[in-house]
Every structure is written in C-alpha cells, then in structure tokens.
T-cell receptor, first 116, second 115 residues
Framework: DGGITQSPKYLFRKEGQNVTLSCEQN?????MYWYRQDPGQGLRLIYY???????QKGDIAEGYSVSREKKESFPLTVTSAQKNPTAFYLC???????????????FGDGTRLSIL | AQKITQTQPGMFVQEKEAVTLDCTYD???????LFWYKQPSSGEMIFLIY??????QNATEGRYSLNFQKARKSANLVISASQLGDSAMYFC????????????FGQGTELSVKP
C-alpha cells in the first residue's frame, strides 16, 4: 500500500544533541512538508520542499534543518539550537501543481520527540 | 492576524445527532482551498473534505459536508449522524494558491460524542 512512513515513533534527545527524524513516501508525490504540533495546538510548518534538491523555510524553521536528495525522502534534523524541541512532528506529502489544485496533503503517523 | 480561526475549543454532541464545527478564514488571494482534517488520539491526520474557492456547490463526502459561505469567509464542517468513532480533534486548514501548496491550520476543535 502507498503511504508515508515516519520513524521512529518515539525519540529522546539529550541536551546538545542533534537528532534526525525520518520521512519516506511511496506515493510518487513531488511536495513534502514537516510540521510541528504542540499539545492542544494546531500544526505549524517547519520546512517544505516542492522538488528534489530544493526546499523552503516555513514559519518556524529556526533550529531545524532538512535535505531532499531523493523524491521519496525528506529527513528533518532537530539541532541543538532548537531549545524547546519537545513536540509531535508530522511529515506530509502531496501532488504539487502550480496554481489551483485540490490535492490534499497526506500525513504520516508522526514522531513524538522528548528531552531527556 | 490569524488566518484560520476555530472558535470552539471543545464540543459535545449526542450520538446520532448532527454537529457543526466552525471555521473562519482570512485571505486576499482569490484562489484558495479549504480542507478539514480529523486527528484521533493516536495522532495521525485524516483528510475529510475539500472546498475550492471557485466551487459553486458545497462539498460533501459521506456524512461530512462543508457549509461554505464565501462572502462571510466561513467554511463550517457539518457531521451528520454522529458516531462514537467521530470523537477526535478536527482541524480546518487553508491553502492559498500563490503560496506554494502550504497549508495554514487552525487551532482545532475537540469533538466528544456521547452515547
């Protein structure tokens, strides 16, 4: 079945440590997105990519980095510069076309990151 | 300013009754889309329904319908014949077509269905 796989499901980070969250999709989607969700809140966009080898900052990119070397993969690194990383991280993908489009974003099951 | 506003942090509904979840939005882009997602306690985001700004008719998908009032900039989700499995967080989101496919989410409404 086609879908989006995020791993790990739970992740613990020590102070000063970088950690990488994995996101893989086999939907042949061009666009991929990373969101952060804090308890009781909506989703906020961290980074997004519309095409391989290109990505843009979202609303809360500070302390995070991404790469898009393959169409299927969009890993997110939470760096030590992110002082409050405890949150639920969701990866999404969608078909991307310029202008008017009704394509929804499809989401993975998320990764819960906590500070040790 | 908030682009997506969901004013109901929590809602209760009796099983088998209908419920309306409110969503208002703010945009100057004439071309945009509105989405509703369901998030159960397990955390995954499930796409429910879509409404485009140029669509003439309100969207429907099974028990879900969208009450789209463009002049009032509202896109309320109506769930008919509520089921216990409908208990979840519901998020309204907007995509502005000149913003590269990004979604802007509201704060969500927690729906509880009572037996």
């Amino acid at each position: 079945d086609g879908g989006i796989t995020q791993s790990p499901k739970y992740l613990f980070r020590k102070e000063g440590q970088n950690v990488t969250l994995s996101c893989e999709q086999n939907l042949n989607h061009d666009a991929m997105y990373w969101y952060r969700q804090d308890p009781g809140q909506g989703l906020r966009l961290i980074y997004y990519s519309q095409i391989v080898n290109d990505f843009q900052k979202g609303d809360i990119a500070e302390g995070y980095s991404v790469s898009r070397e393959k169409k299927e993969s969009f890993p997110l690194t939470v760096t030590s510069a992110q002082k409050n990383p405890t949150a639920f991280y969701l990866c999404a993908s969608s078909k991307y076309t310029q202008g008017y489009s009704n394509q929804p974003q499809h989401f993975g099951d998320g990764t819960r990151l906590s500070i040790l | 300013a908030q682009k997506i506003t969901q004013t109901q942090p929590g809602m209760f509904v009796q099983e088998k009754e209908a419920v309306t979840l409110d969503c208002t939005y703010d945009t100057s882009d004439p071309s945009y889309g509105l989405f509703w997602y369901k998030q159960p306690s397990s955390g995954e985001m499930i796409f429910l329904i879509y409404q485009g700004s140029y669509d003439q008719q309100n969207a429907t998908e099974g028990r879900y319908s969208l009450n789209f009032q463009k002049a009032r900039k509202s896109a309320n989700l109506v769930i008919s014949a509520s089921q216990l499995g409908d208990s979840a967080m519901y998020f309204c989101a907007m995509r502005e077509d000149n913003q590269g496919g990004k979604l802007i989410f509201g704060q969500g409404t927690e729906l509880s269905v009572k037996p």
